[in-house]
């Protein structure tokens, strides 16, 4: 079955620490691959996408991430972390399908501490 | 540039009462979605709609109906409400396939 697993449920960091969040899914052929945001009682907003080209993608606010085929990955990372950057992260996955469905992972809390 | 508009906002229901949530966008797109989120258990696709015309089952339909009206709105239905209902249901539009899906504020839906 399609699925797609992130790895931390809660991480904590401070202010300037650099943040790697892990995202796996399993195999499906071409991938389409996204990272959203979802700041506290706001709607979920693209960070970034990949559909091919570059393995590193670079998106909003200083975040990237980067497609490892051979591990179906795609981690997402940030230098140095922000207070701002408190928000749930989630990893989605288009499978090919002609519809354009994404299958989400379960979301990682971010608490960055001033 | 309203995006994806949802109504309403919250909602409290009664186990048994129906209920619809509405859904708009006014990017022209032809796929839409609607998904609940739950704690721990991120985004799960209740319904969706390739194109106008069209809709399709997605993970979690039971309990649910869903009607496009036309390109631009794309409504939930729960016709007889359940406890296990209660959530936050998201409509979410795209092109199509493999582009960028762009969300709506959300529906709070509690059912006692």
């Known amino acids: 079955a399609q699925s797609v697993s992130q790895h931390n449920h809660h991480v904590i960091l401070s202010e300037a620490a650099s943040l790697e969040l892990g995202c796996n899914y399993s195999?499906?052929?071409?991938?389409?691959l996204f990272w959203y945001v979802q700041y506290p009682g706001q709607h979920l907003q693209l960070l970034l996408k990949?559909?091919?080209?570059?393995?590193l993608v670079k998106g909003i606010k200083g975040f990237e991430a980067e497609f490892i085929k051979s591990k179906f990955s795609f981690n997402l990372r940030k230098p140095s972390v922000q207070w701002s950057d408190t928000a749930e992260y989630f990893c989605a996955v288009n499978y090919g399908s002609n519809t354009g469905k994404l299958i989400f992972g379960q979301g990682t809390t971010l608490q960055v501490k001033p | 540039n309203a995006g994806v508009t949802q109504t309403p906002k919250f909602q409290v229901l009664k186990t048994g009462q129906s209920m619809t949530l509405q859904c708009a966008q006014d990017m022209n797109h032809n796929s839409m979605y609607w998904y609940r989120q739950d704690p721990g258990m991120g985004l799960r696709l209740i319904y969706y709609?390739?194109?106008?015309?069209?809709?399709d089952k997605g993970e979690v339909p039971n309990g649910y109906n869903v009607s496009r009206l036309n390109k631009r709105e794309f409504s939930l239905r729960l016709e007889s409400a359940a406890p296990s209902q209660t959530s936050v249901y998201f409509c979410?539009?795209?092109?199509?396939?493999?582009?960028?899906?762009?969300f709506g504020d959300g529906t709070r839906l509690s059912i006692l």
């Open positions: 195999y499906g052929g071409t991938v389409n």
């Open positions: 709609s390739a194109s106008e015309g069209t809709t």
């Open positions: 979410a539009s795209s092109e199509g396939k493999g582009t960028p899906q762009h």
């Open positions: 990949y559909f091919s080209g570059d393995p």
